[in-house]
């Protein structure tokens, strides 16, 4: 991906800090209110016109990318990893047999009788 200049401007003597388009007043934040509230970015461009269509697509593209960086993915569990590393393992001479030995010495240090690795 290659990173573009922001359109995003943070100045403490504009708006006391407030996220705004570079080179204007214009809060980013209203864009997402009008957008939040079901009105259309041409709604938008025409009561900002110090903000063009360029720039406020490329804040909300910068806010997508912002959004999808910060999601969490959901965790491979654990039992899908570790079968993935014994079937990678088992290709390799010894593996099985440290696979063995690593799950007998889990099973002796459980503090419960019932064996982590019944298969």
Do not use: N
């Not at 214009?26 to 009105?39: F, I, K």
């Not at 016109?49 to 910068?62: D, M």
């Not at 440290?98 to 799950?103: A, D, I, P, R």
Request: with cysteine; aromatic share 6%.
């Amino acid at each position: 991906m290659v990173r573009r200049a922001t359109v995003i401007h943070v100045d403490p003597e504009i708006l006391s800090g407030t996220p705004v388009f570079a080179g204007t007043c214009v809060p980013v934040e209203t864009l997402l209110a009008y957008l939040e509230r079901g009105r259309p970015l041409a709604e938008f461009l025409a009561d900002f016109p110090t903000v063009t269509e360029e720039p406020a697509v490329a804040a909300l593209e910068e806010a997508k990318e912002a959004l999808l960086a910060s999601a969490k993915r959901p965790a491979q569990s654990a039992v899908a990893l570790v079968d993935s590393w014994l079937k990678e393992d088992s290709k390799v001479e010894g593996g099985l047999q440290s696979w063995e030995q690593l799950k007998q010495q889990l099973d002796r240090d459980r503090p419960s009788d019932r064996p982590l690795f019944p298969w």
